[in-house]
């Protein structure tokens, strides 16, 4: 079963606006990661956030955590036809493996 | 290596052959993850190998499907009698610490199975 639900499934946006995708999860964690994915193909790594952290920027992405919701945001802020692809949050939970959700495919026009 | 790598990239097999999928972790990479993508699906866990400890198989959906890792370098993953639902992309992932942090994944192989 899935840990993270993405929210919305998928997004289209012109270019030079924000995308920001939504992620909630189930159970407690250790950290939350998001992935991004063009075509099918192998996964990207963007940001990794712990538990104990609240938000982090890498470049153009914020990343926000809040543990009592259970949810993470990613905000790209912006956005580029580049970044057209579909983006995975993936928690871990103090056991082996990540947990994926089910992806926001994000479409970002020219 | 420069990443992960998988080999085949595609793959079409007739219902009821058997496939081996092989994944080339980043050399030094103690860790190593099978997953599975359904069209347009999140990845579905299938096993995990860290170093020499007994894998973690609790993902594999069924008996048809195995995976070794040689030398704790490449993984081999192996599905016998292959049927219709077995067709998705499988993706392999290394990581050089121990569970819970980033995961560098190869392109996957896509799997047909008429």
């Known amino acids: 079963s899935q840990q993270g639900e993405e929210d919305p499934q998928a997004l289209s946006i012109q270019e030079g606006e924000n995308a920001t995708m939504n992620c909630s999860y189930k159970?407690?964690?250790?950290?939350l990661q998001w992935y991004r994915q063009n075509s099918g193909r192998g996964l990207v790594h963007l940001i990794l956030i712990r538990s104990n952290e609240r938000e982090k920027h890498s470049g153009r992405l914020r990343v926000t955590l809040d543990t009592s919701k259970k949810s993470s945001s990613l905000l790209i802020t912006a956005s580029r036809a580049a970044d057209t692809a579909s983006y995975f949050c993936?928690?871990?939970?103090?056991?082996?493996?990540?947990?994926f959700g089910g992806g926001t495919r994000l479409m970002v026009k020219p | 290596g420069a990443g992960v790598s998988q080999s085949p990239s595609n793959k079409v097999t007739e219902k009821g052959k058997d496939v081996e999928l092989r994944c080339d972790p980043i050399s030094g990479h103690t860790a190593l993850y099978w997953y599975r993508q359904s069209l347009g699906q999140g990845l579905e866990f299938l096993i995990y190998?860290?170093?020499?400890?007994?894998?973690?198989k609790s993902g594999l959906p069924s008996d048809r499907f195995s995976a070794e890792r040689t030398g704790g370098s490449v993984s081999t993953l192996t599905i016998q009698r292959t049927q219709q639902e077995d067709s998705a992309v499988y993706l392999c992932a290394s990581e050089s610490r121990v569970a819970g942090e980033t995961q560098y994944f190869g392109p996957g192989t896509r799997l047909l199975v008429l």
């Open positions: 159970t407690s964690i250790n950290n």
């Open positions: 190998f860290q170093g020499n400890s007994a894998p973690d």
């Open positions: 993936a928690t871990n939970n103090a056991g082996n493996m990540l947990t």
